[in-house]
């Protein structure tokens, strides 16, 4: 019996040092991470004693700056970093679209997002009415945003996001393919437009490449000519479709010259509907496999690289004597997160980028439009068409904050354009089944 | 004597007890109740009862992505299950190919659905491979715009689901045959049953429990299907592929403040899951006593 009890008492003697071992492993780790975290916290805010050596550091969130499509944001971050030595910018890249979304918007249901991020016009109108995003209006460069583009960083009233472009969707010419069939410049009236085609066609070249697995192309197109056709007559037209006074009707004639392209044999809008516009569309372009595109303006920058001799102009829509009018997006902007805890880091962030002269590479790089009055948009010889129409007043901003935007105005309109293409619904179905689908009359 | 010890018993499943409220019940809880607020992006919102659902019964948005769920899962279910039975019996009778071959035909599986999903759209696109050869066997006529034409669409991206997943069928049917008496068979075999009649009457009986599996497993995948559409397709043309998995990602992560709609949507496509899985599951255990 006595070795027994032996066996049972040394027994319990090596598990208490055994217990007494693991708790003082636990309480040893507690320790070192609570350390850990008090360091890293002194790190990443402004005040306290142990900040004055360290910079502060500043996350930023954005789909533009990768490897497809640099924008120059390097060049303007160590320009920022240079003029703010006691800013360390932590930017990170996110792919754009659904990806860009579902990060973000978790983090910032989480409450643990970057503090500055990337956002756009409909993100603004999510994100500002729920109080993620922190109000801008008292921003000094506020009153300098061109007065069409400050609907679209404002939500109730207030302001969420410094604006980084206006950028274009609308017609890629190939200047190479052109003169092929001795064309020597773009084409400013339908009827040219058509003209050209005729000939691209006649040698054996794509005129018009159209691809629209997605949807997207379809969309755009309509969109660039409803530009001319719709807008020059009717500026107020968004406005008045959402008090229920207009109606996709008064679209029936741009999105016939569609229909034209394909039934005068230039494009073969069912066969589109199988090409992918991210992949296959933009590679045969750059590729120089047809001579017009429809496409967004960042391309520009790819494109060159290719070596495509190429023009982004406003689709040519009207008759003779017409000018026709661009497509514009508001595009990228800037907001802070509500929650930041360093929010005059951020602010001086989105500061930097009101000014012209520190944004302007980007505006460069994206081919695009200086969204503030009196900021400087830069031309280059392919966009200098474009950017005249600009100029002159000849544009058009799709309405990405109102029935344009969110989960189902773009959608609605890329899928009511494939039925359209594939002979589904005739020009007046298309009509209707947007006008129930987006409001209006 | 075995002694019942609860509170040990207790402490072995707490952990997973634990980790099931966690991971499963808690984020249904929440869905749940997101369902019944008016929540923009998955925020803090006010409650709005069952007025979700309501819009959901008037929107035809919806009720296409049932339609076109219910229909991919239908063929996706039979087609699957009858290749990777045709596929498990030639193993069978074929020992000295089932060790390679059983291994090619799960290869398909063993990628992910997105690369699968790539893959094919440039296979299938207008100048992609498929067409290529049809037009060089002189059989033009059956060329088509797969995923650009809504008659196709659907059904393209249903084959990508049965090539990736007839395989792992097959595994399944023949580890059913592996598991049968051989000697029912020789027997059937030595009385002169034909081959067809022996699969009548002794194979298919015999695989009843390998076909409840493989049944549930196929329906409750096919009906979640997500990653195919949205790469192939993107739930287009013109919405023909949009299904409910589709529905719910647009309303959550495609803008538009829709975020306790699409909610409402998951609560949906679950109870059609719970419903379909059930019922048919239940059918086929039934199937399995009576035989």
Redesign the interface.
Known sequence: MSHVMNRSSSGSIAGRRRFTALAALSIAAAVSLSACASGTTAQTTSGGSSAAAAPTVLTVYGWKGGDAEPANIAEINAAFEKANPDIKLDYQFIPAGDTYTQRAQSELLAGKSADVIMTDGSKVQDWGSVGYLQDLSASPWLPGVRKEVTPFISQGGKAYAVPMEVIGIDLFANLDLLKQVGVSTAPTTWDEFLTDLAALKAAGITPIALPNKDGWTGSAAINAIAATLVYQQNPDWDAQFLAGKASFTDWAPAVQQVLDLGTKGYVDLKSELGFDTWSTGLDDFKSGKSGFFVQGAWNQSAFTTAGVNDVFIPWPAGGAGTQPSANLFVGTMLSINAKSTVKDAAQKYVDFWADSTNSGPFLESESAVSPFSQGTTPSSPATADFVKAVDAGKYRILPSNTWFGGATGEKAMMEETQALWLGQVDVNGWAKALDAKLGGS | MIERKPLVAGAFIAPALALYLLLVIYPLARGTQLSLTDS????AADFVGLANYQTMWHDPAFWRALGITVSYAVVVVVLQNAIGLVLARALYLRPRARRVAGVLILMPTLMSAVMSGFVW?SL???NGALTSLLDALGLHSLTR??????HTALWSIAAVNVWMFAGYSAAIFLAGYMNMPREVLDAAQVDGASGARRFISIEWPLLAPALTVNVTLALIGSLKVFDLPLVM??G????STETMSMLI???L??????FAYGAAIAMMLLVVVVVFAGTVQKVLRLREERL
């Open positions: 923009k992006v998955g925020n759209s299938l696109a207008p715009i797969w995923l650009g034409d809504p397709t993107n287009g043309p013109a919405g990602y647009t309303m992560f495609r803008g538009g403040g829709s």
